[in-house]
């Protein structure tokens, strides 16, 4: 049986596989796609669509870009195999509602399993507030060049966490 309180890192659920730090994206809905693309393939998505469709479900609900351009978008789906995230960066930044009115350039999409609404998901969900609430990671996260760095980043300081 797993233990649920067992504390984990971002890096965890986080691998090469699951990053693109250059998304070809110009808007959201292309953001969201090209990133479940990336769980499709590594098998943490089995619906596509149903997945997007969730996705975009929640985004009418309410604002997920947080400012300082980031944006998390999520979605709990029965499409999600294993919850996970993927995370893209844009070079070119994209139009995406959010808290400063910004261009977004990292998109954190977070897949959510929906037996792991109330567990996994929330403490995802901390671990990543807690970094964003860091203005030293988010410099560093916007200078990103390469999906190791990204990776390295995310080690070290989940570690601090």
């Given at each position: 049986?797993?233990?649920?309180?067992?504390d984990f890192n971002i890096s965890d659920v986080i691998t090469t596989e699951l990053i693109s730090v250059d998304l070809r994206a110009d808007t959201k809905k292309e953001a969201?796609?090209?990133l479940t693309?990336?769980?499709?393939i590594k098998g943490d998505v089995t619906d596509r669509q149903a997945f997007i469709d969730?996705?975009?479900?929640r985004e009418s609900e309410g604002i997920t870009g947080l400012?300082?351009?980031?944006a998390i978008p999520h979605g709990k789906s029965q499409a999600v195999k294993n919850t996970s995230l993927a995370i893209g960066?844009?070079?070119?930044?994209?139009?995406?509602?959010?808290l400063d009115d910004e261009l977004v350039s990292v998109i954190i999409l977070f897949a959510v399993k929906d037996t792991d609404a109330n567990t996994l998901h929330i403490r995802?969900?901390?671990k990543v507030a807690i970094l964003l609430a860091d203005d030293n990671f988010?410099?560093?996260l916007h200078e990103i060049k390469d999906k190791e760095e990204l990776i390295k980043l995310l080690n070290r300081k989940t570690k601090e966490v």
């Open positions: 049986m797993k233990n649920e309180n067992v969201i796609e090209e693309e990336l769980l499709v969730d996705v975009v479900l400012g300082q351009g980031i960066i844009s070079q070119h930044g994209i139009e995406w509602e959010s995802l969900l901390q988010i410099t560093k």
